[in-house]
């Protein structure tokens, strides 16, 4: 199934790839010099399918990711703790660690930014694919009873737990120089400590779809212990990547993929036996969460505003 948004130099086709999530975008060629209604056409199909993919991108330069960037919202600066990678981008790189854990990105801070867009800049011969779950559909697959108390839930969320070194031993000791990598990334990571409370149902500013705010970020929800936090934890990650609220997508040099990080999780498939594996991500700056009861995060620890200003949102038309 395709579908064709207005365009005023080209028409941008989204075809779905799946009910609740995923699409591809063709007939764009991206960069900055996009017109404003290719632009909105983008966006929309963006909130509408919550990860979208674009093919044959090889012209796009960092620069050139980022003035594209720039005309969906605010890049963020890189990450608000890893600052040695990069000025624009930050390069999520098999050197430094593998994101094959679910989350949603940086969600130990109070601005969590609502898009990043990924490029691919070095593949391996196989394998290294990412995943992507929609959080939407998994709090609207919830049973009544679940959705009570998930929206009366607030959780903790920080940086203590970083995904690039979650290694089991023998990856540790397979390579010095690689161990020693990820130790140095690990490290800055941790630099300074964010922590924060988010509601784990936010209303996403724009549709006013309510979804589940988890990954693996999460320390615990308020209120529990941690055995009932990492019980309650399981289940509702166990709700987010059902595979029938995931799609997956296999990369290509020259792919782009933008996804809704108010929206989804996502998980980078570790299946490349050590190959090198390089992207470019750059994100664009949210707003603080809110929950349905009008309650919006708190921080805990930490100070993002050099990382990230607060997007003022304007809800969609109904």
Excluded: C
Aim: aromatic share 8%; hydrophobic share 35%.
């Amino acid at each position: 199934m395709s579908v064709e948004y207005a365009s005023a130099n080209s028409t941008v086709t989204a075809v779905k790839l799946g009910s609740k999530i995923g699409a591809r975008i063709d007939g764009v060629r991206l960069g900055g010099d996009l017109d404003s209604v290719t632009v909105q056409a983008i966006q929309d199909a963006l909130h509408e399918h919550k990860v979208i993919f674009f093919r044959g991108q090889e012209h796009l330069t960092e620069d050139a990711q980022y003035e594209f960037a720039q005309l969906l919202g605010t890049p963020t600066t890189p990450h608000p703790t890893v600052t040695s990678k990069g000025v624009k981008t930050l390069p999520i790189d098999s050197e430094y660690g593998r994101a094959n854990s679910w989350h949603t990105d940086v969600t130990f801070v109070d601005r969590i930014p609502k898009a990043s867009i990924l490029r691919a800049v070095h593949l391996p011969s196989y394998g290294g694919s990412t995943t992507w779950a929609s959080t939407v559909a998994a709090y609207e697959a919830l049973p009544a009873p679940l959705k009570v108390l998930v929206e009366n839930l607030r959780a903790r969320h920080t940086n203590s737990y970083d995904y690039a070194a979650d290694r089991t031993e023998t990856e540790r000791t397979r390579d010095a120089a690689l161990n020693a990598n990820i130790k140095a990334y690990r490290e800055e990571f941790q630099s300074t400590y964010y922590e924060t409370e988010h509601p784990v149902v936010r209303v996403h500013p724009v549709t006013g779809e309510r979804a589940l705010l988890l990954g693996h970020f999460v320390k615990g929800f308020t209120g529990l212990t941690p055995a009932e936090s990492q019980s309650l934890f399981q289940l509702l990650q166990a709700r987010v990547t059902r595979l029938e609220h995931t799609t997956r997508w296999n990369w290509q040099l020259g792919d782009v993929a933008i996804w809704d990080n108010r929206a989804t999780q996502h998980y980078a498939v570790d299946d490349y036996d050590g190959q090198p594996r390089r992207l470019t991500r750059i994100t664009l700056a949210g707003d603080v969460p809110v929950g349905v009861h009008g309650d919006a995060s708190t921080i805990i620890q930490g100070n993002a505003e050099h990382y990230s200003i607060i997007e003022q949102v304007t809800p969609q038309a109904a």
